[in-house]
């Protein structure tokens, strides 16, 4: 009775066991690339406030935007970041790519959004990035 082969495996399941958790982690924050870029939408810790400035940045387009403003405002479920006039960083979750209706040109609407909110809010060093609805960014680092 060898029992060297089933040690063997439990050692090596272990191990893969152990370099596969240290590998992943369940701590998903958004990092800009060498230039900035952040790829994939940040996680949204205060979703209350993300998506009250998602309301009233949709409030705002409706009586102040044009028609492809609008049209493209009504995908922005939430916005996430903050921002004053000297310099700030919004990230814009929409559900382009995966909403109810299906969006023409989702890259026209991308920049009809980032465009509507560099009306809505001024910033000297403000940037906003456009992400769709699985997170993927579409427009990034628009100055507003």
Same mark, same amino acid.
């Given at each position: 009775?060898?029992?060297?082969?089933?040690?063997?495996?439990?050692?090596?399941?272990?191990?893969?066991?152990?370099?596969?958790?240290?590998?992943?982690?369940?701590?998903?924050?958004?990092?800009p690339d060498?230039?900035?870029?952040?790829?994939?939408?940040?996680?949204?810790?205060?979703?209350?406030?993300?998506?009250?400035?998602?309301?009233? $940045?949709?409030?705002?387009?409706?009586?102040?935007?044009?028609?492809?403003?609008?049209?493209?405002?009504?995908?922005?479920?939430?916005?996430?970041?903050?921002?004053?006039e000297q310099?700030?960083?919004?990230?814009?979750?929409?559900?382009?790519?995966?909403?109810?209706?299906?969006?023409?040109?989702?890259?026209?609407?991308?920049?009809?959004?980032?465009?509507? $909110?560099?009306?809505?809010?001024?910033?000297?060093?403000?940037?906003?990035?456009?992400?769709?609805?699985?997170?993927?960014?579409?427009?990034?680092?628009?100055?507003?």
């Open positions: 009775m060898n029992r060297t082969p089933h040690i063997a495996a439990v050692l090596a399941l272990g191990a893969v066991l152990a370099a596969g958790t240290t590998a992943c982690s369940v701590k998903d924050t958004a990092k060498k230039i900035g870029v952040v790829e994939k939408l940040p996680v949204d810790t205060d979703k209350a406030q993300s998506k009250k400035n998602a309301r009233e $940045f949709r409030s705002w387009v409706e009586k102040n935007g044009t028609a492809q403003q609008k049209a493209a405002a009504a995908r922005v479920d939430r916005i996430i970041g903050e921002w004053n310099t700030g960083n919004a990230y814009i979750s929409t559900d382009i790519n995966g909403g109810k209706t299906q969006v023409t040109d989702p890259q026209a609407a991308a920049g009809a959004i980032v465009k509507a $909110f560099a009306s809505w809010k001024d910033s000297k060093q403000g940037y906003a990035s456009v992400y769709d609805v699985f997170g993927n960014a579409m427009v990034t680092n628009y100055q507003f």
